[in-house]
C-alpha cells in the first residue's frame, strides 16, 4: 500500500469515528503538538485541546461528516492533504443544518509509523458559515 493509500485509509477511519462521535479514537490521529484552526475560534492545540473541543462541538448537535479529496501530496514523512467536505447537524430537538467548505490537513509519519494530523484549517462556503 502506498503512503498516499495509507493516509486516504487513516482519514476515512477518521471519518467513521468523527460520525460516531468517539472522541477517545479520533485523539490518535492527531500528534502532540497539532494546531487545528476551525473558522472563527482560537487555535487549538495538542491532543487534549482537541479532546475538548470536540466534546463542545458534538455538543452542538449529532453531526455527520463526508469529504472529497482534491489533492493528497505525499513528501517523504509529511503530506498535504486537501479536500471539500460536507457536514449534517442535527441539534437536539431542532432542524437539521448544512455545512459545506474546503479543508486541508498536514499529516506526519511518526516514529510508531502512523500517520497523523500535525495542522488543520478548514472554513465553510456557507454566507454566514456553519454550525461548527
Do not use: Y
Request: glycine letters at 10%.
Amino acid at each position: 500500500m502506498s503512503d498516499a493509500d495509507a493516509i486516504a485509509a487513516r482519514r476515512g477511519v477518521f471519518l467513521n469515528l468523527f460520525n460516531a462521535q468517539d472522541i477517545a479514537g479520533m485523539a490518535d490521529f492527531v500528534t502532540g503538538d497539532c494546531c487545528g484552526m476551525p473558522p472563527n475560534q482560537p487555535a487549538v492545540l495538542g491532543v487534549e485541546g482537541h479532546r475538548a473541543w470536540w466534546a463542545q462541538s458534538f455538543e452542538a448537535g449529532r453531526a455527520k461528516l463526508s469529504v472529497d479529496s482534491q489533492e493528497l501530496i505525499v513528501t517523504g514523512d509529511t503530506a498535504f492533504d486537501r479536500f471539500n467536505f460536507t457536514m449534517e447537524v442535527t441539534p437536539p430537538g431542532g432542524e437539521t443544518m448544512h455545512d459545506a467548505g474546503k479543508c486541508v490537513w498536514m499529516w506526519r509519519r511518526e516514529p510508531d509509523g502512523a500517520w497523523r494530523v500535525t495542522h488543520s484549517i478548514w472554513n465553510s462556503d456557507n454566507p454566514a458559515g456553519g454550525p461548527w
